[in-house]
């Protein structure tokens, strides 16, 4: 008598079982590190926008602004303290603003959040590369991008200190 070639109804029910359970652990483990690296690439690029703004102030050697915005195509700052959603890289020249980069911050699907406690949301990085809020000096500001779901480190934290030194820490709960 020949062996009937396949699987049983028995091996195929418990190929399944298994997979269930190795999907059920595995999903909610990719969406943190789904949320997690979202959180670091938006930290990443607003590090950038400052970054550019102090750079091209250096070889300017003349004032420039990372702030807040409120739409994609503004040519100013927003002027008050608010939710990030535009970026953007600014000076003054003789002919006006001159816009030198641009970016969106990402919400994610409404799961971020970007605030900051600088005064207007805007950075002042002049001439010799040092960065101000308002009139004083930056020592211990920060821009927080959160996440309302997720890991339990739910914060980036992009510090902004003394000597205009940029990290970023990872965190649970808000910047402080």
């Not at 062996?3 to 091996?11: D, K, N, Q």
Request: a neutral charge; hydrophobic letters at 35%.
């Amino acid at each position: 008598m020949t062996r009937p070639h396949g699987f049983t109804l028995v091996e195929l029910m418990i190929t399944i079982a298994v997979a269930a359970i190795l999907m059920a652990i595995a999903v909610p483990n990719f969406m943190n590190l789904r949320i997690s690296n979202g959180l670091t690439t938006q930290a990443n690029e607003l590090v950038t926008g400052v970054s550019v703004a102090r750079s091209e102030a250096i070889k300017r050697n003349r004032s420039v602004r990372f702030c807040r915005t409120s739409s994609e195509t503004a040519t100013q700052c927003a002027g008050s303290s608010g939710e990030w959603t535009n970026w953007a890289v600014f000076t003054d020249t003789s002919g006006g603003t001159e816009v030198i980069r641009r970016g969106t911050v990402e919400d994610f699907g409404d799961r971020f959040t970007t605030t900051s406690n600088l005064a207007s949301d805007e950075v002042l990085i002049r001439g010799d590369g040092l960065t101000y809020s308002g009139d004083n000096l930056i020592q211990d500001r920060f821009i927080q991008v959160q996440s309302s779901t997720g890991p339990s480190e739910n914060t980036r934290c992009i510090n902004l200190g003394a000597g205009s030194r940029i990290s970023i820490a990872r965190q649970s709960g808000d910047c402080s």
